[in-house]
Every structure is written in structure tokens, then in C-alpha cells.
């Protein structure tokens, strides 16, 4: 067994609360849920882990193959009742991320904003690669028609190869008659795009899937009443802290730090605690090593880390 994935499976293992079920990617230890569920694709920031012209030590680990790479966030709604999935983010990865759903009916996919890791995947449903065929493509009005008048994504919807399914804010979509998705609006650097996370209900459990905002005092909404109302909440954990980037000013990169949440949740029960699973890491965040100080600390608080392959029931 990778090395990676078993200390993600022990750490996993040891906070996990009971009703959730958690696994790597394969199928070895836990069968595939006999109900809908998520699983997590990936759990890296936009340009992925490693990144792109990167020589800290964090990327040299990757390229000497110390640890294995780690694809951009993304989810996957799978229904096995009709063997039918939907795909959340339409990532660089979107490759190797389709490929973990060739066994099941692609049905569409949720857009959360114009990012580059949440959207520029959808260039393989083009007539270089896919070749789809009218793929829904659930979008915000400001997203759907970025994607409309701007090429070459307008050329994926004038031959047909993605269908835009316009979103409004706080809307449920019925997926089927055990499945509801409704996009929230969130502040978040919206430069060509509106910014949604979404809420997913299940039969029995429901998950909020929040990779990017700025700050979460920004949101409409208090994001601690949003954790205590869902079973599970997938947050942003794109930096740990503000020391992350020597060199850069942060201000231009507006995220919550990993120690800013920690300290706003830090009133909420352990039950609650418990159901927050930071995701959407920087390459240089270190709770990408499990081994860290850092991540330990996170973990004692009772916080959970996202990571590939973790799946969860709803």
C-alpha cells in the first residue's frame, strides 16, 4: 500500500465520526455505499499539487516521487441506485477525474465560479477530446454567460457539446427524488464570475461544499449556523496562515487561514467541529503532510482533513 494513502487512512480512521463512512481510493477495505454519496477527487487549490514552475521543497517531494501528486478540488455526487453521477468543478484534472467515474452515467456538471481550477476542464467535452453531447453544465447567470459569449468555451455550447443549465442563488435543483442541489452565493473575487458553494441533500444527510471565499465574515449568511444545519461541510483551507507566501502580499490571495477558521469555530461543540473537512489546499499549505505539527494541531481540535478517495454517505 502507497505509504500516503495509509497514513491517510489511519489518521482518517482514528477521527472519524461513526455514521460517516471514510476509505482510499480503492475499494479494499469499504464496498462502494449501497446509497448516494460524495466522493472527493481531489483536494488541491486551483493549479494543483505540485504547481507549475515550483522548486520548494514541498514540489521536490512530488518530482522525486517521496509523495504522489494531488489533483485539483473537485466531487463527485454518485447515485448507485441508477449508476448515475454528477461532477462538482470542471478541473485541470478533469481527466483523471472522469476516469474514476467510467463505470457510471455522467449526468452533469455544478460550476462553482471562473477560477481556473473550477472551470478550463470543461475544454476536454470538445470535439478535440469528448466530443459531448449537450452535457449540462449547471452555472450562476454571471458564469453561464461568460461561457456563452466567450471562446473557446462559447464554441462547447454552440455545437452542442455542453447544455448551460442557468443556477439562481438559493434555488434547489431535484437531481431525482433522492437528491436536491442549491448553490449559495459567497464573496469571492469575482472577476468575470459570481462565486457559489453548494448544498447537497441526500436521502438521510446533507453536505455544504465551500472551496473558495474570502473571508467568512463576508458571507450573507453565518457560516456557523450553515455547519451546525448540515451533516457534513466541506470549507476552504487554502492557506494555513499569512506566512505561507514569503514575498507576496496575501491581501491579493483573500482566503480564511486555516488558524483564522479554527479560531471562529472554535466555540462550536466537538460534534460540530467534527463535521468541517478543510479542503482546497495551497501546494504550500502544510496540512498536506499529515506528519506535520500542523496538521496534528487541526486534528486534536477535531477538525478532519479532506483528502482523494474519502467518501461520504448521504
Not at 170 to 186: A, H
Request: proline residues 6%.
Amino acid at each position: 500500500m502507497r505509504l500516503y494513502n495509509l497514513l491517510i487512512l489511519i489518521i482518517a480512521a482514528l477521527y472519524s465520526c461513526a455514521n460517516e463512512t471514510i476509505t482510499e481510493e480503492t475499494s479494499e477495505f469499504i464496498p462502494e455505499p449501497s446509497g448516494p454519496y460524495i466522493k472527493v477527487l481531489g483536494v488541491a487549490q486551483d493549479a494543483g499539487y505540485p504547481q507549475a514552475n515550483c522548486r520548494k521543497a514541498c514540489c521536490a517531494k512530488v518530482w522525486s516521487g517521496e509523495v504522489e501528486k494531488i489533483l485539483v478540488v473537485s466531487l463527485a455526487l454518485i447515485d448507485p441506485s441508477n449508476n448515475d453521477a454528477w461532477l462538482f468543478e470542471a478541473t485541470p484534472d478533469f481527466i483523471e477525474q472522469v476516469h474514476e467515474l467510467e463505470d457510471y452515467n455522467l449526468k452533469g456538471i455544478f460550476l462553482t465560479h471562473g477560477h481556473i481550477g473550477h472551470y478550463t476542464g470543461l475544454m476536454h467535452l470538445g470535439r478535440e477530446a469528448m466530443g459531448a453531447n449537450n452535457m449540462p453544465v449547471y452555472s450562476m447567470p454571471r458564469m453561464a454567460e461568460f461561457l456563452t459569449n466567450n471562446g473557446p468555451w462559447s464554441q462547447l455550447v454552440s455545437m452542442n457539446n455542453i447544455e448551460v443549465k442557468m443556477l439562481q442563488n438559493d434555488s434547489v435543483v431535484i437531481l431525482n427524488e433522492n437528491l436536491r442541489v442549491t448553490p449559495m452565493l459567497v464573496p469571492h473575487r469575482d472577476e468575470y464570475t459570481e462565486t457559489v458553494g453548494f448544498k447537497i441533500e441526500g436521502p438521510d444527510k446533507t453536505l455544504v461544499f465551500i472551496p473558495d471565499i474570502d473571508k467568512w465574515e463576508k458571507m450573507d449568511q453565518d457560516i456557523k449556523n450553515i455547519v451546525t444545519q448540515s451533516d457534513y461541510a466541506l470549507l476552504d483551507g487554502t492557506f494555513y496562515d499569512g506566512e505561507e507566501l514569503p514575498g507576496r502580499d496575501m491581501s491579493e490571495f483573500p482566503h480564511p487561514f486555516i488558524v483564522e477558521s479554527i479560531n471562529l469555530f472554535g466555540d462550536l461543540s466537538l460534534q460540530d467541529r467534527s463535521k468541517i473537512h478543510f479542503i482546497h489546499f495551497n501546494h504550500t499549505n502544510p496540512l498536506l503532510d499529515l506528519q506535520s505539527p500542523q496538521s496534528n494541531q487541526v486534528i486534536s481540535q477535531g477538525y478532519k482533513l479532506s483528502y482523494q478517495g474519502l467518501l461520504i454517505e448521504l
